[in-house]
Every structure is written in structure tokens, then in C-alpha cells.
């Protein structure tokens, strides 16, 4: 089994990126208003890929609904479309090691369907076009540090900031993602007392998590402007309740039932043990970890069957179709319609 923090399946991520460039096509069907844009670099910090998907007024801006092709995903959606409403609750979404803003698109439409503006970022150094930094421990800090820099762009530089409440912020995160939840609500991690598997002693990062002097990682205050989460098998570097005391939001916590690429099962159940404020805890029979990332088109899992398909009797896009809907109602409950 791969750790999560050394997963190759940014490989087939990369895949879904290069494969083809953003492109509309029309249809008539329903879709969320979607927008593609480029945190500027800050300092040191670079520049940050995101996709933003919005409920659409169509009709003020001209524009018609459509599929927006990116690589093999036919995306329904609206480019560009103006945001309809205001005062909206937000949604950010991170992804796991060596993933992209694609990863979890359909719970993004799903929320932007439901009266949510959602932006999903590309993590700089950790994601499918490059991982320049995938393997270092500084990845662990700059993370969150992204999080942050998202949402002060979608309250500020955003076009259409002027539309979203800013009392009223979630967090959706995955494997990676979801480590990177849990540092942004004020976990402490700590890769030595957490004994992550790393089955390579050898590879830089596993040399990190062994080393006392770098496995324990500054602590970030939490970002208050974060008011609930939702996180999917999340890499689980809080060893006990001591690391995780000032996690104090609501929190709704998913495990697959199978585990894999070093998430493994009793490690999510422990995490959620752990928690001061007990969370929405749900166990997803027959799943394994990348169950929870968006279902593949049928050429794709063909090709990449490790990161599409799933074990026999498992139906990953029934399964998403309900955990989208249990996803969008939790934010409902803790930030409010949209």
C-alpha cells in the first residue's frame, strides 16, 4: 500500500488536464455558471490555478447553457456566466496529493445548483501539472496558507466577491485535501507521533516524517472564516485529541470502508474519535479511497481502471449522487440556503 502523501495517481490526473483545452459546446440542459481563473502570485507564494462554479442567470448575460469540455470530462456548465443572487454561502474545495480543481466537480455543481458559489483550487507544487514540491514536508505548511489565499480572493479579487457572504464559508476536502481542512480549522499535525505508512524509509518525505526536528510542523491559527467542513478520507497526521482540541467547527467526516493509498480505515475512525466536537461520521460500504473522487467517463476508465473503477457491486455514481445530496444538505444546515 502507498502512503496518500506518496500516491502516483497525479499521474492519471495529469492525464485528464493535457488531454484536451476548455472548450463550450451548446446543449439546453440545466448547468452552474463556471469561471477559470489565476490567483496572482504573492512574494514567494505563486500564482494559484482555480475553477469557480456559481449558480447562472443566464438570461443577463447572454450566455446559454452548455458542456464545457475539459479533456474527457464533459463539464455541464456555463462559461462565464454573471452569478444570479446574493448575500451566497461558499464552498472552497482541496484536493489530495497530486490532484486538480477537476477532481471533485460533480459535488462542485451540486453545491453551485444548490444556491452555493464554489472555488476549487489547483494546490502550487502538489497537483497534476506539477509536483515540484509534492514530496516535501513545506507542502504540508503552504497548503493551508492556500486555503487562506483562495478565500481572501473570492472575498476580494474575485469579480463578483461583492455577492458572497462572508459569514457564511465551508470547506470540502479530500485525502490531502483533507488534512489540509483539518490545518486550516486549527489541527496540529504531527508526522512523527502520527506514524503514517511509508513504505520507502528512503523517499525525502519519509526521512522528513522520521526526523524530530522536522516532523512536527508549525501550527497555523485557524481561519475563523471557515464555518464548516466536510472531509473525505482525510490523511490523518493528529496523533490524539491534544492535536486536534481547536477543531471546533461542525464537521462531517466520510471513510471509505476499503481505505487505500495509505488512508487507512481505523486511522479516519480514530481521527473522528479524536475531535472535540463530535462529527456527522460516515462509514461508505464496499468504497475504497478514490471512490470519493468523481466518477470517470467510460473511456477514461478504461484506460486508468486503478483511479476509475471500483470494487464489483460498487456504484460509484449512485454513490456520488447520494453523497452529493447529503453534502449539499450538511452545508445547508450550518451556513444556510443558498
Known sequence: M???????????????????????????????????VEIP???????????????????????????????PFALPATRDCPVAGSDLPLVVISHGYGGSFLGHHDTAEALADAGFVVAALSHPGDNARERARAGDRAVFV???????????????????????????????????GGYTTLAVAGGRPDFLRAGLP???PQAPLCRQMRDPQQAVLPALPPDARIRAAVIADPLNAFPGRDSLQDVRLPL???????????VEPASVAALQQDLPVKPDFRIVRGAAHF????????????????????????????FHRDFNAVVTAFFRQHLGPG
Open 2 to 36: 502507498r502512503p496518500a502523501c506518496l500516491s502516483s495517481y497525479s499521474l492519471a490526473l495529469l492525464v485528464l488536464l493535457l488531454l484536451g483545452a476548455p472548450a463550450a459546446a451548446s446543449s439546453s440542459a440545466r448547468a452552474a455558471g463556471l469561471r477559470l
Open 291 to 318: 471512490a470519493f473522487l468523481a466518477p470517470c467517463p467510460a473511456d477514461l476508465a478504461a484506460r486508468l481502471p486503478e483511479l476509475c473503477n471500483d470494487a464489483p457491486g460498487f456504484d460509484r455514481v449512485a
Open 252 to 262: 462531517q467526516v466520510w471513510a471509505s470502508e476499503q481505505g487505500g493509498q495509505g
Open 142 to 176: 503552504s497548503r493551508p496558507r492556500d486555503i487562506g489565499r483562495l478565500v481572501d480572493y473570492m472575498l476580494g479579487g474575485y469579480a463578483e466577491a461583492a455577492k458572497i457572504d462572508p459569514a457564511r464559508i465551508g470547506m470540502f476536502g479530500f485525502s490531502r
Open 198 to 200: 511509508c513504505p520507502d
Open 41 to 71: 502570485a504573492a512574494g514567494e507564494a505563486p500564482a494559484i490555478e482555480a475553477a469557480i462554479w456559481s449558480p447562472c442567470a443566464p438570461a443577463s448575460g447572454g450566455k446559454t447553457a452548455g458542456i464545457v469540455q475539459i479533456g
